[in-house]
Nanobody, 117 residues
Framework: QVQLVESGGGLVQAGGSLGLSCAASGSIFRPNFMGWYRQAPGKQRELVARISSGGGTNYADSVKGRFTISGDNAKSTVYLQMNSLKPADTAVYYC???????????WGQGTQVTVSS
């Protein structure tokens, strides 16, 4: 059993910054990936950024240079710092813990990020 608790998000003007955090608890195995996905209305869920327990990172092209993902293995927590936000970044952001194949892939409840123009 794994639980993911997200915090952060909210409303910000274009050009502003927000931070998200996600803490995992329960049966945590390594290696794993923790990351953030987002889903805007009428669109499919897409990867924003993810980080491996070894420290490797991946970013969507649309957020490179603006978003930074970091992790704390001791706390099983992942952070996403979002700078220079755009209205196109508006979405529900979901935390994900991927422990396949040893365990499953788990999702947080989602947190809304709204960027006003």
């Amino acid at each position: 059993q794994v639980q993911l608790v997200e915090s952060g998000g909210g409303l910000v003007q274009a050009g502003g910054s927000l931070g998200l955090s996600c803490a995992a608890s329960g049966s945590i195995f390594r290696p794993n990936f923790m990351g953030w996905y987002r889903q805007a209305p009428g669109k499919q869920r897409e990867l924003v950024a993810r980080i491996s327990s070894g420290g490797g990172t991946n970013y969507a092209d649309s957020v490179k240079g603006r978003f930074t993902i970091s992790g704390d293995n001791a706390k099983s927590t992942v952070y996403l710092q979002m700078n220079s936000l755009k209205p196109a970044d508006t979405a529900v952001y979901y935390c994900n813990l991927d422990q396949t194949p040893r365990s499953g892939s788990y999702w947080g409840q989602g947190t809304q990020v709204t960027v006003s123009s």
